[in-house]
């Protein structure tokens, strides 16, 4: 009898060999549940971004400026109108043409103060370097 129980009784070698299944079964549960997360959070990133899009208002054109609100009417065109067009046109290519003079200065402005950085981190270099050969001279 004594022999019947211990046969019954699981050995330490059958508990080992069902530990890497159970293990790499874990693993694919993790990596199911972290695949379908990422699904949703792309699936939610998606749509914000088409909300986003769809919110966006474009600029009017000149002429449709110079319509009036909500009017569908042809634009008669007199020389008056062509004018405050054409300077309004100028206005806008010149605003234009400032912001992008505005931040091609600040790149320039970021550029040399990441140069003028740079310069200052060798010379600490070379001043620790000149210290610790000195100190080892001494």
Not at 32 to 58: D, P, W, Y
């Amino acid at each position: 009898m004594a022999s019947l129980a211990a046969s019954s009784r699981p050995t330490t070698s059958s508990l080992h060999d069902n530990a890497p299944v159970a293990i790499k079964q874990h693993k694919l549960y993790h990596l199911e549940a972290e695949n379908s997360i990422l699904k949703h959070e792309n699936l939610s990133v998606k749509r914000a971004l088409f909300k986003a899009q769809k919110k966006k208002t474009r600029n009017k054109t000149l002429i449709e400026e110079m319509r009036a609100d909500g009017a569908s009417a042809a634009i008669i065109f007199s020389p008056g109108r062509i004018k405050t067009l054409r300077a309004k046109y100028d206005a806008r290519e010149a605003t234009k043409q400032a912001e992008e003079a505005a931040k091609q200065l600040v790149r320039e402005e970021k550029k040399a103060q990441s140069l003028t950085k740079a310069a200052e981190k060798q010379k600490r270099r070379i001043d620790r370097q000149e210290q610790a050969l000195s100190r080892k001279v001494s």
